[in-house]
C-alpha cells in the first residue's frame, strides 16, 4: 500500500466517510430526514438540537470512529504502529501524508456522501478523529482554542471554523518543512469554510443561533 498513488488513499476514504451516521439515527430513532430539520446539517450538533443529548452523543462517537479506525488499521499495515508514530526511532513526519489522505477522503465523503445528493455534514468530527490520529499536540491547541470560543460565544459556527483555520495553522508551525502535510491541512481549511458558508453568512447578519448547552427539549 506504500506503493499506492496519493489519490488512492483519498478514494479509500471517501465511501468509508459517506457513512452518514447523523443520517441514519434520524431515521432509525426518530423516523425523520435530519436534514429536512433544525439547520438542515447532517451531524452532531443538529442531531442534538433536534433530536436530543443522546443521539447526538452516538452521531459523535461514530463520526469520529470511521475516521480513527480506518487511519489506525493503514498506520498498522504500512509502519506496524497503530499509534504514536513520533515515538518510532526512524519517524519521518511524511509517514502522516496516507493517514491524512485518507482522512480527507473520509471527511470528503462526510460532507458529499453520494447516495443522499451529496447533501451530508461539515466534517467537524471527522476532522477531529483525523488529529487524533495525526498529531495530539494539534489537537489539544485546535481544541482549546475552540472550547473557548464557545463558552465565551456559544456560537459553535464560529469555533468550527476558527477551528479548521487554527488546524492549518498550528499544523503549519510544526510542519512548515513538509509542503504535502501543510497543503493538506490547508485544503482542508479551505473545505471547513466551505461547508460552513451559510453560517458564515449568518454570523455576518446576526442570524446565527447560539448552541444551548441545556438538553434539548424538541
Not at 469555533?159 to 518543512?177: D, E, K, N, P, R
Not at 490547508?186 to 473545505?191: E, K, M, N, S, T
Amino acid at each position: 500500500m506504500e506503493n499506492f498513488p496519493l489519490w488512492a488513499y483519498v478514494l479509500i476514504g471517501y465511501p468509508l466517510g459517506s457513512l452518514q451516521f447523523a443520517y441514519f439515527v434520524g431515521k432509525i430513532f426518530g423516523k425523520i430526514d435530519i436534514r429536512e430539520h433544525g439547520s438542515g446539517n447532517a451531524g452532531t450538533t443538529n442531531v442534538y438540537r433536534v433530536m436530543g443529548v443522546r443521539n447526538g452523543l452516538i452521531v459523535l462517537f461514530f463520526d469520529l470512529l470511521k475516521t480513527m479506525v480506518p487511519i489506525l488499521i493503514l498506520q498498522t499495515i504500512l509502519y506496524g504502529r497503530p499509534w504514536g508514530l513520533q515515538s518510532l526511532p526512524d519517524f519521518e513526519a511524511t509517514h502522516y501524508v496516507p493517514g491524512l489522505l485518507l482522512g480527507f477522503g473520509a471527511v470528503l465523503g462526510h460532507c458529499f456522501p453520494f447516495y443522499l445528493k451529496f447533501r451530508g455534514g461539515k466534517g467537524v468530527a471527522c476532522v477531529i478523529g483525523m488529529v487524533i490520529m495525526f498529531d495530539p499536540r494539534v489537537l489539544v491547541i485546535v481544541l482549546t482554542i475552540s472550547a473557548v470560543i464557545v463558552i465565551t460565544t456559544r456560537f459553535i459556527s464560529l469555533a468550527s471554523t476558527t477551528g479548521f483555520i487554527s488546524l492549518a495553522a498550528v499544523t503549519t508551525y510544526y510542519y512548515s518543512q513538509y509542503a504535502l502535510i501543510v497543503v493538506i491541512v490547508w485544503v482542508l481549511a479551505a473545505l471547513g469554510m466551505f461547508t460552513h458558508r451559510k453560517n458564515i453568512y449568518w454570523l455576518l447578519t446576526g442570524q446565527e443561533r447560539r448552541f444551548n448547552f441545556r438538553r434539548s427539549k424538541t
